[in-house]
Nanobody, 122 residues
Framework: QVQLVESGGGLVQAGGSLRLSCAAS????????MAWHRQAPGKQREMVAA???????NYADSVKGRFTVSRDNAKNTVYLQMNSLKPEDTAVYYC????????????????WGQGTQVTVSS
């Protein structure tokens, strides 16, 4: 019903920047919370940043002051601007969206993107 397509990952040197994008398509009436998670090999998946439909944001302590999450509701797209990148930021980054499919539905459904690799070299 809903597809999330991520882009913007890649290889960058420490101190550099990347901007991730995630575009949602399909049966969408309203997207409530959109979020970015990441997972490095051997580590637990963690929520990096989240943004609600009212543009309230939350960040993991490890990225506060460096990452900024934003959204474009007209495009059903969420962004993650990553500055001052560190090798510790190396991970697969996943887009997540909490979606209400139609005005007739009171249920919300959780969708995930395919993930995009971010590698930060020192």
């Amino acid at each position: 019903q809903v597809q999330l397509v991520e882009s913007g990952g890649g290889l960058v040197q420490a101190g550099g920047s990347l901007r991730l994008s995630c575009a949602a398509s399909g049966r969408i009436f309203r997207i409530n919370t959109m979020a970015w998670h990441r997972q490095a090999p051997g580590k637990q998946r963690e929520m990096v940043a989240a943004i609600t439909s009212g543009d309230s944001t939350n960040y993991a302590d490890s990225v506060k002051g460096r990452f900024t999450v934003s959204r474009d509701n007209a495009k059903n797209t969420v962004y993650l601007q990553m500055n001052s990148l560190k090798p510790e930021d190396t991970a697969v980054y996943y887009c997540n969206a909490d979606v209400r499919p139609s005005i007739l539905s009171a249920r919300q459904y959780d969708y995930w993107g395919q993930g995009t690799q971010v590698t930060v070299s020192s």
